[in-house]
């Protein structure tokens, strides 16, 4: 019989529930989260930290769960997709993606959504970007800021126009460039 | 239903829902996560087991020996499967490689193996322990090498003549004769490959992502050597498929060999890094283009050849498509070439043919009005066409291309840029304005439904359409909420099933227009009966408001199920009208760049599209293919290159990280304007696709932008920095 691979015990808070689960070492928090406690709306695009689609929040910090192993997230809070709201209670960005349209095929949404809440935290909290006029200085709220920081989440239908739009709205900013699609007589 | 003869005035003519720009329906499923992908439903007989596919490590020969000792001896392994062991599969007849390879090799990637276990890290685990050593053949992987042996093809694919263009190009007294190539480009499509299979008896289950549910149950009954009707093929949510999930890939016949092996249902998602040599990919081009004009800007030769490259057995890249229909002059030729390469499948993706055909002949017809001294605008409305140019007593059943690009200039601020290149400076930063004519005909395919009226006055659509991204559940739900004068919440909408009646699916900008004319079919079928059942004279009642009304009488629609569910099942079907016209879809893509005078760095700065493509169903969700397919224009114009290594036949950069795509900060705000059409010639719906119009031209507005910025004419997609950088002119 062949040796079992090592296994070891972890304790996370997920979306405000406790979880104690018994894992191999090897399994990343993105499977930690999909096979073993069954949230299926933290996507698998790359599992390399390539795509964004992974994204989930840990104790606040945006971080690509496919990149992190779930033993090393010991006592973490973790909010996935389904912990920001529901259909019937959307989260407000939520509800600004399906408002402006911020998606097709929704396989890098909830890692969009995840990623767009913590963006704006980011630059409430003066975290800097490298579009950023005044590295000294606080970052601006500006879409030019958002598209800079939501740039490690891939969209291949490419609703990066309509997340911009969807974001600016959520984070309180004009921006002169939003428009409906126009029918023209 | 046969559509024959013109649309008259039907119930779609009301758009109290269709044309509207309602959110989409499954909208609050897919931002909380709670829509199910392939690998996600939890609607299986039995714990899944995990699979995990080893793709081949070299690109032609043949396995020497495959050592899964140690691998079947590792925790949790429950089968491994390979060609040694598997049952003999049978083909495709979509699939040019073999799904299962060994022990002959066709391309690199291709699957030999799948190893199953209780986990997905034990499944992975074992597959890196399957020792497989390989006799190496020599391959072919360099296009540029192999086109002298490229060989004309026939039907469909056959060269083109009209006139004579040898003749009238050598005698025009302006002329352009220019190469162009584009690259191998994949998909990458954000969900990867992926299904859960399993075996009740002879009878077969997937859970799986794919574009066509129909050819997905006829091919793995190929496969499997079985009765398409023990194949149940479900998909009813895909996270993206651009014509890379057209056909049945290695996850699902990995996935069902292995479920037959370990007796459980196996899930497979493929690893990235598989898939984009694993699956397959749209294949470069060199094309040459000839344009013959007269000095005062009216072309005379339109000659466009094509070289592409497949697998034995394949087909080529229908570059020069386009080119048969998009201007009028009377001597014309196009002829495609078709070399054998060794690399990995060629095959559709988004707007095949168009795709890379627009993104040289639309750079041609720049080059063509410089050397005329005339507007670019100008010169391709000079040269429209309202007829089918090979064929001149063929009309188009609409074409407004000319009004896209006027509406699209006066928007766009045309008439400011300058006609001399590299002259617009912003500080470090050289602008430059480009254009280029989008066109993509519309296919109509044989599309059904069934739709079911319930006693609480709801209307159930089901159909094996799929939607993927496309926004389907949204259009068939407005389709249906229009026909039975119904508002949007009361029809529910079940796709992606082959239990259904089989539908149009998603491929080729046909499913919008097909599959909801098969719900017209079988809501039309639907409103007979509900009229029937309430004593009503089908021919005069109007479904308004949830009520059936005749006359001067009117009943609630729920009262026509009262005595049980009504149901109606229908197949849209097609005349001639497609032949007796042409259809087409058109726009014009207006791009602004800014070029790095120091780095050579491109941004776009603003990107305009006007389309022609009839009703458009949904204004938002049809929108949001737009500026999609303007994001993936501009990866084509400037980032995206399957990089071949010729020695070894493989794509190098096969994964996320290496295959560059657009990311938020290289897209700027779009604009999308649909001119206010209906095309009554192509279907009830008078609807047309508009899913890949969105992408045909915009790469060579991109090229056609950063050579007026520039001055620096790049013929080579993309259009990286080093192909420009040492000839930008000098800072002031």
Same mark, same amino acid.
């Given at each position: ?185 | ?55 081949? &490590? ?25 060609? +040694? ?5 049978? +083909?495709?007849? $979509? ?134 009707? +023990? ?50 990919? !749209? ?7 000839? %344009? ?33 229909? %998009?201007?009028?002059?009377?001597? !014309? ?15 559709? $993706? !988004? ?9 040289? %002949? ?5 080059? $063509? ?35 896209? %690009? ?21 500080? !470090? ?31 159930? /659509? ?56 098969? /719900? ?83 941004? /776009? ?26 994001? $993936?224009?501009? &990866? ?97």
């Amino acid at each position: 019989m062949a040796q079992q691979p090592p296994t070891m015990a972890v304790s996370l808070e997920v979306n405000g529930e406790p979880q104690a689960l018994m894992l191999d070492t090897r399994t990343t928090l993105l499977d930690a989260l999909r096979d073993h406690i069954g949230l299926m709306g933290t996507k698998k695009g790359c599992d390399h930290g390539q795509c964004g689609a992974c994204t989930v929040l840990v104790n606040g910090i945006r971080i690509n769960s496919c990149l992190s192993l779930a033993v090393m997230h010991e006592g973490d809070a973790v909010t996935t997709i389904e912990g920001l709201g529901t259909p019937q209670e959307l989260h407000p960005m939520q509800a600004a993606f399906v408002k402006h349209d911020g998606f097709q095929c929704g396989y890098c949404t909830p890692g969009q959504i995840c990623s767009a809440v913590a963006v704006l935290d980011e630059i409430k909290a003066g975290i800097p970007s490298h579009v950023q006029g005044d590295i000294g200085g606080a970052p601006d709220m500006t879409v030019l800021e958002m598209r800079e920081r939501m740039s490690g989440n891939l969209c291949r239908c490419g609703a990066y126009s309509n997340i911009a739009e969807a974001m600016a709205e959520v984070a309180g900013v004009r921006i002169a460039e939003t428009h409906d699609a126009e029918v023209r007589v | 239903m046969k559509f024959e003869t013109p649309a008259g005035t039907n119930p779609i003519d009301a758009m109290k829902v269709i044309g509207q720009a309602v959110d989409r329906v499954d909208g609050k499923l897919k931002t909380t996560g709670q829509a199910p992908y392939a690998y996600e439903h939890s609607e299986i007989p039995a714990k899944p087991a995990f699979g995990y596919v080893i793709g081949a &490590g070299i690109a032609k020969g043949r396995i020497a020996s495959f050592n899964a000792e140690e691998a079947r001896r590792m925790p949790g392994v429950l089968a491994i499967v390979s060609a +040694k062991n598997a049952q003999p599969l049978g +083909k495709g007849s $979509m699939n040019t490689a073999k799904l299962l390879g060994g022990p002959n090799v066709d391309h690199y990637h291709q699957a030999l193996a799948v190893v199953v276990a209780e986990s997905f890290e034990q499944a992975r685990s074992a597959a890196n322990a399957v020792r497989i050593t390989y006799d190496r053949a020599q391959g072919r992987f360099d296009l540029v090498a192999q086109k002298p042996g490229a060989q004309p093809l026939t039907g469909n694919d056959a060269d083109t003549h009209t006139g004579d263009f040898e003749g009238a190009f050598a005698s025009a007294p302006v002329q352009v004769d220019q190469t162009y190539t584009t690259p191998d480009q994949n998909h990458a499509m954000m969900e990867p490959f992926a299904t859960i299979a399993w075996w009740e008896g002879d009878a077969l289950s997937v859970w799986t992502s794919n574009q066509m549910i129909a050819w997905n149950k006829r091919e793995l009954a190929k496969t499997f050597q079985m009765p398409p009707d +023990k194949v149940h093929v479900r998909s009813p949510f895909i996270g993206g498929g651009f014509g890379g999930k057209l056909f049945l890939r290695a996850d699902a016949v990995m996935a069902a060999l292995g479920a037959k092996a370990c007796g459980r249902p196996v899930k497979i998602a493929m690893p990235r890094p598989l898939m984009l040599n694993n699956a397959t990919h !749209r294949p470069a081009t060199i094309q040459r283009i000839r %344009l013959g004009s007269t000095r005062d800007g009216k072309l005379t030769a339109i000659g466009h050849e094509s070289w592409s490259g497949d697998l034995p057995g394949g087909g080529p890249e229908t570059a020069t498509q386009q080119t048969r229909l %998009l201007y009028a002059a009377a001597n !014309r030729l196009t002829a495609l070439r078709l070399a054998e390469l060794d690399l990995p499948e060629a095959n559709a $993706m !988004r707007a095949p043919g168009e795709a890379p055909g627009l993104m040289a %002949l639309e750079i041609a017809i720049d080059e $063509m009005a410089e050397k005329l001294a005339m507007d670019p605008v100008k010169f391709r409305v000079l040269n429209d066409t309202q007829v089918d140019p090979e064929h001149p007593q063929r009309p188009f059943s609409q074409r407004n291309l000319v009004r896209c %690009l006027e509406d699209g200039a006066a928007r766009f601020g045309w008439s400011r840029r300058s006609a001399r290149p590299a002259q617009m400076r912003e500080g !470090r930063w050289l602008i430059g304005m480009g254009v280029a004519a989008g066109f993509r005909n519309n296919i109509n395919m044989t599309s059904a439904a069934r739709v079911r009226l319930a006693g609480d006055g709801t209307v159930t /659509v089901e159909t094996d359409m799929t939607d993927i991204g496309t926004g389907s559940y949204t259009i068939i739900a407005q389709t249906a909420a229009e026909m039975m004068g119904l508002p949007l919440e009361k029809v529910r909408v079940k796709l992606g099933d082959s239990s259904f009646p089989v539908s149009a699916g998603s491929g080729g900008q046909w499913g919008a227009n097909s599959s909801t004319s098969g /719900v017209y079919a079988a809501c039309a079928k639907l409103r007979d009966l509900a009229a029937q059942s309430l004593g009503m004279d089908p021919a005069s009642v109007q479904f308004a408001d949830g009520e059936v009304r005749a006359g001067n009488r009117s009943a609630p629609l729920a009262d026509a199920a009262k005595s049980g569910e009504l149901v109606a099942e229908e197949t849209m079907q097609w005349g001639d009208l497609g032949r007796k016209f042409q259809q087409s879809t058109f726009g014009a893509h207006f791009v602004e760049v800014a070029v790095d005078f120091y780095t050579g760095e491109t941004r /776009v700065r603003r990107m305009l599209a006007v389309c022609a493509a009839g009703r458009i169903l949904n204004p938002k969700t049809a929108r949001s293919q737009v500026i999609g397919a303007m994001t $993936m224009g501009v &990866g084509g114009a400037l980032m995206e290159e399957l990089a071949v290594d010729k020695r070894f036949g493989f794509f190098v950069n096969h994964d996320l990280a290496g295959y560059e795509v657009p990311v938020h900060a290289d897209i700027p705000h779009q604009d999308v304007v649909f001119l206010d059409e209906e095309d009554d010639k192509v279907s009830p719906m008078k609807a047309k696709g508009v899913g890949e119009l969105g992408l045909c031209g915009v790469g060579a507005a991109v090229a056609n932008a950063v050579y007026n910025a520039t001055g620096v004419r790049v013929r080579d997609y993309p259009i990286t920095l080093d192909k420009y950088l040492a000839d930008l002119p000098e800072p002031v």
